[in-house]
């Protein structure tokens, strides 16, 4: 009896850790710089090429977890973060996050020269026109948006980081894991 009381404490104990620390992870991403809407809202549709100049549709969320950033090769700070975005790809890919770097009003063959100096590999989307990207609100780049499954918006970031942080990484994997 004593030790069903007890399995019974932990297993109680535990179920509000999990969504508390959700909640810690977010805190600890305004911490580091992110925006965090008090309500998520749907990220919308993007038109974007790919690397063959064709044109394709972004629809973030449909099942899993997006991050969409917003460079140039020609801005410092996104050109510092392109290392980590590379290994964060590598990382959290597999298990299910889609990353869309979207290049800013640059020659594509410029672009993937630039990458392969930089040995980056994650897929690149390049972004001719301007017209439609005032539901982002980008002010400046570079501008990095983690978007959740069901196409919500989680958090914004208006600056570079590193995206092989252990806390972005953590937070990234909660979204990955979670069910609707």
Not at 70 to 94: D, I
Not at 112 to 141: H, R, W
Request: with cysteine; proline share 7%.
């Amino acid at each position: 009896m004593k030790r069903c009381r007890i399995a019974l404490s932990i297993f109680f104990l535990l179920i509000p850790t999990a969504v508390l620390t959700a909640d810690a992870d977010l805190i600890r991403l305004k911490q580091l710089g992110f925006t965090v809407p008090a309500e998520r809202t749907e990220a919308p549709p993007l038109s974007v090429s790919d690397e063959s100049g064709k044109n394709r549709k972004i629809i973030p969320g449909t099942g899993r977890v997006t991050l969409m950033t917003f460079w140039t090769t020609w801005c410092p700070p996104c050109r510092a973060e392109l290392p980590s975005l590379q290994r964060l790809h590598n990382l959290l890919s597999p298990q299910g996050l889609r990353i869309y770097a979207v290049n800013m009003n640059e020659e594509i063959l410029y672009v993937q020269d630039f990458l392969k100096s930089m040995e980056i590999s994650l897929p690149v989307s390049y972004f001719p026109d301007q017209t439609n990207l005032g539901a982002y609100n980008l002010k400046g780049i570079p501008a990095s948006y983690l978007i959740d499954k069901k196409g919500q918006v989680t958090a914004v970031l208006k600056d570079s980081t590193q995206w092989d942080n252990p806390l972005i990484i953590r937070t990234i994997r909660e979204l990955l894991e979670e069910t609707y």
